[in-house]
């Protein structure tokens, strides 16, 4: 019942802006957020928000060039990337909790690639 479809991964220069979109179906009441995973290294953080959209938190290596925003419906959330690096390069997954059952939800990932 739960969905989570990633989408706008492509490749750019650095420099360049991307949005990425995540389309979210099955849930409520679910915190969101956005990690990526490079080639050779772990999973890692990049940003997340609330359930309520009060609050959002950052990894500092984002912090000042990436956005976290939901639409109107709370039914597609986006990620706003500027300035991108290419350390930048991974595949980014759209992920969700569920605050009703604790569940973690993934979606299968778009690939990012920053060119020099």
């Known amino acids: 019942q739960v969905q989570l479809v990633e989408s706008g991964g492509r490749l750019v220069q650095a420099g360049d802006s991307l949005r990425l979109s995540c389309a979210a179906s099955?849930?409520?009441?679910?915190?969101m957020g956005w990690f990526r995973q490079a080639p050779g290294q772990e999973r890692e953080f990049v940003a997340g928000?609330?359930?309520?959209?009060?609050?959002?938190g950052y990894a500092d290596s984002v912090k000042g060039r990436f956005t976290i925003a939901r639409d109107n419906a709370e039914k597609t959330m986006y990620l706003e990337m500027n300035n991108l690096k290419p350390e930048d390069t991974a595949v980014y997954y759209c992920?969700?909790?569920?605050?009703?059952?604790?569940?973690?939800?993934w979606g299968q990932g778009t690939q990012v690639t920053v060119s020099s």
């Open positions: 928000m609330s359930w309520r959209g009060t609050a959002a």
């Open positions: 099955g849930l409520t009441r679910a915190a």
């Open positions: 992920a969700a909790r569920s605050a009703v059952n604790g569940g973690d939800y």
